[in-house]
């Protein structure tokens, strides 16, 4: 047996206003997160629509780049003429491995490597040669000798890392738009480049590792 | 109404009130729990049976290698011991201070809020930074600790906890307690400020000092209110990493090598993805094991009002 | 009659007379007091060199100038990274209350088997670091085919905070009378209503628990912005701070870097103050025991 929940008086006076009013007053929180929820709901549906194409996605880790990160991109997207309103490149230069005092800072980029690569989604990276070594170990890089469209690359055979019989890197001062950026300029060691084994893009990284092997126009 | 609450509803256990329709309400909780952790959970499980370095997608069933790998090396005991004495510490010291100055905030005397908020002000800083300053707090000859013992005449230069690896592991304790204790801090506020007042007045009134008025009328009636800081403490001590990695990496030696500290060793400087998943299976039963026990106790311990 | 007595307590609050006893504790407390605050003196004191200066960080307050902070604030791009660490630190935990209580509701009053499991299953949680799991939540989020944006590390937040809000929340609710739900049970409330009227308003305490320890951890959270967000318009604040570290070509960085920290800590310290009132009226309105 429902008692009723409001005197009869107020029940007679149940319009609009008064519903909102009970609504605010009981649920706002509730509305609220209701209301945040939907909105980023729809946000990532909206930005999910809207994403530009990522045409390529470096990271070049230790370089300590002279330039900002939208210069490259840009300056990529020019060169290999892909419209910047429905293409994006997406070259990170902040993260670092041995770079830093904190390895909290390491871990972080060092995640962020890892959950690239396990998502298919990291085409080419750059990073010291110790290091560089290290991945290697684990199956990193492929192996650029036996990608189509390479011979531009393999011209030059002291420019080239080799192991175990396959290319997997190219040094970095080899590069010379790298060299113009102010990446891995460390005398102590050299920085290579190298070609995600399990990248879905490799045409688009050898033409990204072309375009860095371009001369700079200024 | 007498003759529906003699209706026992199917599903056992349940009444009128709490009927089972309230488990909707853990929908959208157990729903993102579920998706976004309990499965990466899983799949970290299934990485421990398999030889996965971390980045090569190419690897194969191993079985239960990595576990024997773990536990004959010895790692495992080094990061427990080091994990347990870290956590006992930090829980005992983070608690009593908390406690202590919630009290001593819980009575009437000015600028409380001044008081809280410089107890509280080491919480909201980044992990990176407190580190950082520590080790200048602690290092040997020019730091603030040694100079303040040259000044008052005793040898600042011999003063080096980081370096020394029977000290380093409580060195890094303290810098956890000194950010930590402010969270403690405001938990048990918010416990004592629900302690009735008539209840202390008419333990007053009766005669207890002060010291019975804690323990014996205060302590009881927050004791939820312990069990979750205890609780909390013993889990982020035992999940001790930011401190270790920061501040010493892992040593002098091995000494301040916690639990986290070597999964993470292992899967990111040794590549050896697999045995770290191993690790962490078998760090994660240590914990849920110590975790529960103390639950267990500590309710019982609860006073129900 | 009680009732008057306490309003009367809160309009004019009677301080403790200053006895040799009550004297004690006030040097004790403003001891403690500097000893803890004591290390982040030396943070505010580097924050006010000017970058180059590279004299060890002890030497306190040797110089004031404000070309760190100008510097921090430049490259950070502090007005972008602080809307963004705002809304994103907000929304969270927003969604974390309602959803931690809610999921807090039934673990806290029915006494099933079944709760008392999803109790410890959210706990459970709790002892699972970040790091470990990270590249398999990369690639969930990346197979549900969620976009790297601003907000994406937003699902983390709430997905790692649950843990600890639901055993906090369902803690406290155990500790609740039943006999009010039970009366608004009589008063004809649907299970929605009493949730919402009832006992929402009585977890305030641990609500107001619950946001200060969240929203701190949320908002100085770099792992996981760094992981999901590429550009450098979505960053939030700690990620822009940590631009500045471990350069080991310009370790000048580390007084940039103290700035930056302060710019980050001081909307913080800010909400604090201007909440500990609400704090303390907050509990003390909320506290209904016994």
Same mark, same amino acid.
Request: hydrophobic content about 50%; glycine content about 6%.
């Given at each position: ?23 605010w ?9 209701? !209301? ?9 549906? +909206? $930005? &999910? %629509?809207?994403?530009? @194409? ?53 871990m ?24 560089? !070594? ?9 192996? +650029? $000798? &036996? %990608?189509?469209?390479? @011979?531009?690359l393999?011209?030059a ?56 092997s371009?001369?700079?126009d200024? | ?6 209706k ?34 899983l ?24 576990y ?53 002000f ?9 580190g ?16 303040l ?10 003063f ?6 029977r ?35 008419a ?14 009328i ?27 990695f ?48 103390m ?11 | ?30 001891l ?55 809304v ?5 935990v ?47 989020l ?45 008063d ?42 590429s ?47 609400q ?12």
């Open positions: 047996m429902r008692a009723a929940a409001f005197p009869v008086s107020i029940m007679k006076k149940i319009n609009w206003k008064n519903e909102l009013a009970y609504l007053i009981n649920y706002k929180w509730f509305l609220l997160a209701g !209301l945040m929820v939907s909105a980023a709901v729809v946000y990532f549906l +909206l $930005a &999910a %629509l809207t994403q530009k @194409e990522t045409a390529i996605s470096v990271m070049l880790i230790d370089c300590h780049a002279a330039v900002s990160q939208e210069t490259m991109d840009r300056d990529y997207l020019e060169a290999a003429e892909l419209d910047p309103k429905s293409f994006q490149a997406e070259i990170l230069t902040g993260l670092m491995f041995s770079g830093t005092d904190s390895g909290t800072y390491t972080t980029s060092l995640s962020r490597f890892m959950s690239d690569i396990g998502n298919e989604s990291l085409d080419v990276a750059g990073m010291r040669e110790e290091d560089f !070594l290290k991945y290697a170990g684990s199956g990193t890089w492929a192996d +650029l $000798a &036996a %990608l189509p469209g390479s @011979e531009n393999l011209k055979p002291d420019s080239l890392l080799m192991k175990d019989g396959k290319t997997i890197g190219i040094y970095a001062d080899a590069l010379p738009m790298l060299r113009h950026y102010g990446c891995y300029e460390d005398p102590d060691t050299r920085g290579v480049l190298g070609v995600i084994y399990n990248s879905r893009r490799k045409d688009e990284a050898l033409r990204y590792l072309d375009f860095l371009s001369m700079p200024s | 109404m007498a003759q529906q609450t003699r026992k509803r199917k599903g056992g256990n349940s009444s009128l009130i709490f009927s089972n329709k309230m488990y909707v309400f853990l929908i959208p909780a157990l729903a993102m729990f579920l998706v976004f952790w309990i499965y990466p959970v799949q970290l499980f299934y990485y421990s049976i398999t030889n996965f370095n971390g980045i090569n997608y190419n690897f194969d069933f191993v079985g239960l290698k990595n024997q790998k773990v536990l004959s090396n010895g790692t495992l005991t080094n990061s427990l011991k080091n994990t347990m004495i870290y956590a006992v510490f930090t829980v005992t010291l983070s608690n009593i201070l908390g406690m202590a100055v919630a009290m001593a905030l819980n009575t009437k005397i000015r600028l409380k809020g001044l008081f809280r908020t410089c107890a509280y080491p919480a909201l800083f980044s992990a990176i930074v407190v950082f300053i520590w080790s200048y707090v602690y290092m040997p000859g020019s730091g603030m600790i040694a100079n013992l040259s000044n008052i005449g005793m040898n600042g230069a011999a080096n906890p980081l370096g020394n690896f000290t380093a592991l409580y060195a890094i304790a303290i810098v956890e307690v000194w950010k930590g204790f402010g969270t403690t801090m405001i938990i048990y506020l918010a416990g004592l400020q629900t302690v009735d007042e008539s209840i202390l007045e333990g007053q009134i009766d005669g207890c000092t002060e010291w019975q008025l804690i323990s014996k205060k302590l009881p009636l927050i004791s939820s209110t312990v069990t979750i800081n205890v609780i909390l403490s013993v889990i982020a001590g035992l999940k001790a990493f930011d401190y270790s920061i501040m010493t990496n892992g040593g002098p030696g091995k000494s301040t090598k916690t639990l986290m500290f070597q999964v993470y060793e292992t899967a990111f400087t040794d590549l050896k993805m697999g045995r770290a998943s191993a690790f962490s299976v078998m760090a994660f039963a240590f914990i849920i094991v110590i975790t529960v026990l639950l267990l106790y500590l309710n019982k311990r609860e006073v129900e009002l | 009659m009680a009732l008057g007595k306490k309003k009367e307590e809160r309009v004019k609050p009677s301080y403790m007379k200053l006895t040799p006893k009550t004297v004690l504790l006030y040097v004790a407390i403003i403690f007091c500097v000893i803890v605050i004591s290390p982040l003196v030396i943070v505010f004191s580097s924050s006010l060199r000017t970058p180059g200066n590279q004299t060890s960080p002890l030497a306190l307050f040797i110089e004031f100038s404000g070309a760190s902070y100008a510097k921090a604030f430049n490259s950070m791009n502090y007005p972008m990274e602080l809307i963004n660490s705002f994103t630190t907000a929304g969270s927003l969604c974390i209350v309602i959803f931690a209580t809610m999921a807090a509701y039934p673990i806290g009053r029915i006494k099933t088997k079944l709760a008392r499991f999803l109790y410890f299953f959210f706990i459970s949680g709790l002892i699972i670091p970040s790091q470990m799991v990270i590249v398999p939540i990369a690639q969930t990346n197979r549900l085919g969620i976009p790297n944006t601003r907000f994406t590390p937003m699902i983390m937040f709430i997905t790692c905070s649950l843990p600890f809000s639901v055993f906090l929340f369902s803690g406290f609710m155990k500790g609740l009378p039943v006999e009010i739900e039970e009366a608004a049970y009589i004809g409330a649907s299970l929605g209503k009493r949730f919402t009227t009832v006992v929402f308003p009585l977890l305030q305490p641990a609500i107001i628990s619950c946001v200060i320890t969240q929203g701190l951890w949320i908002w100085n959270d770099y792992f996981y912005p760094m992981v999901f967000i550009k450098k318009a979505q960053y939030s604040l700690p990620v822009g701070m940590l631009q500045f570290l471990g350069d080991k070509e310009n370790p000048a960085q580390w007084n940039v870097l103290f700035a930056a920290c302060v710019l980050c800590a001081l909307p913080l310290i800010v909400v604090f103050l201007a909440l500990q009132k704090f303390v009226n907050g509990i003390a309105a909320g506290a209904v025991k016994g």
